[in-house]
């Protein structure tokens, strides 16, 4: 295995485990904050696996610009620019989590100033007795 694989699997491994500890965090925790703080690493874990999913491993990879194309450089270009698909689906997806966080904030800051807690358990009355 040369050192190229050995990095990508790394990566990998790491956005997987990434993904299953936010989303147990998102589950399991009962902190409103602490669930948001999850939903927010988790939804950042997705938009890097959307970006290298984008990316092309072939060096050198190049922005897809166009300046001055001859039949040699649009080849070139399209054997080695990125797709810029997932990068727009990714800034859609920041500002759009930017938003959905604010308004969760909101939430839970009101939650907290009409019950005095940001316990999940307590706020639907599932809390165990004892």
């Known amino acids: 295995m040369n050192s190229t694989d050995f990095f990508w699997s790394l ?3 790491t ?3 990434n993904l299953v500890l936010s ?3 998102i589950i399991a925790g ?6 948001l703080i999850s939903l927010t690493i988790f939804s950042d874990t997705i938009y890097v696996i959307f970006i290298m999913i984008g990316y092309r491993l072939i060096y050198p990879a190049v922005p897809p610009v166009y300046l ?3 039949r040699d450089e649009i080849g070139f270009l ?3 620019a990125v797709d810029p698909v997932p990068q727009a689906l990714v800034l859609t997806g920041i500002v759009i989590g930017m938003a959905v966080n604010a308004l969760i904030g909101f939430g839970i800051i009101q939650a907290y100033r009409l019950k005095k807690t940001i316990d999940a358990r307590r706020l639907t009355g599932y809390e165990e007795a004892g």
């Open 11 to 13: 990566l990998v491994s």
């Open 15 to 17: 956005l997987v485990a």
């Open 23 to 25: 989303a147990y965090g």
């Open 30 to 35: 009962r902190s409103l904050t602490k669930k």
């Open 68 to 70: 001055e194309l001859s």
């Open 78 to 80: 399209k054997g080695h």
